[in-house]
């Protein structure tokens, strides 16, 4: 970004910038594919058994979460890559942990699923 521009103008920018990276992820990334068809899945659930304002924030803030940390996750898979291409202890270890993270968020986030719809449906 040049610094000749305005402020309003650099954050569009970066706005932009931001958009190609969630494309980019999206385009590229066999696990947020999954991610994005399940988050689409709950969010038409919610919509069929009407679940409350609260509901809809948990739930909304489980998928952002989830995707989200995918992403870092992918950026630290990538960064690892690009560093050091061959395989190494402390580079698989790197990478263990940030998939360990969207392991932990997706358990949750399945934990909120669950406490939502399975009244709804029993």
Request: glycine share 6%; charged share 15%; aromatic share 12%.
């Given at each position: 970004m040049?610094?000749?521009?305005?402020?309003?103008?650099?954050?569009?920018?970066?706005?932009?910038?931001?958009?190609?990276?969630?494309f980019?992820?999206?385009?590229?990334?066999?696990?947020?594919?999954?991610?994005?068809?399940?988050a689409?899945?709950?969010?038409?659930?919610?919509?069929?058994?009407?679940?409350?304002t609260?509901?809809?924030?948990?739930?909304?803030?489980?998928?952002?979460?989830?995707?989200?940390?995918?992403?870092?996750?992918?950026?630290?898979e990538?960064?690892?890559?690009?560093?050091?291409?061959?395989?190494?202890?402390?580079?698989?270890?790197?990478?263990?942990?940030?998939?360990?993270?969207?392991?932990?968020?997706?358990?949750?986030?399945?934990?909120?699923?669950?406490?939502?719809?399975?009244?709804?449906?029993?």
């Open positions: 040049s610094k000749k521009d305005s402020f309003f103008v650099n954050r569009l920018k970066s706005i932009g910038y931001a958009f190609k990276g969630a980019l992820l999206l385009k590229t990334e066999a696990s947020i594919k999954i991610q994005f068809a399940i689409i899945l709950v969010t038409a659930a919610g919509f069929y058994f009407h679940i409350s609260n509901e809809w924030i948990v739930q909304l803030l489980a998928i952002g979460l989830v995707m989200s940390i995918e992403g870092i996750n992918t950026a630290i990538e960064i690892a890559n690009f560093i050091h291409p061959e395989h190494h202890n402390k580079i698989g270890f790197i990478k263990d942990i940030a998939a360990g993270a969207v392991f932990i968020a997706a358990l949750f986030a399945i934990i909120i699923g669950l406490t939502i719809y399975v009244p709804k449906i029993f």
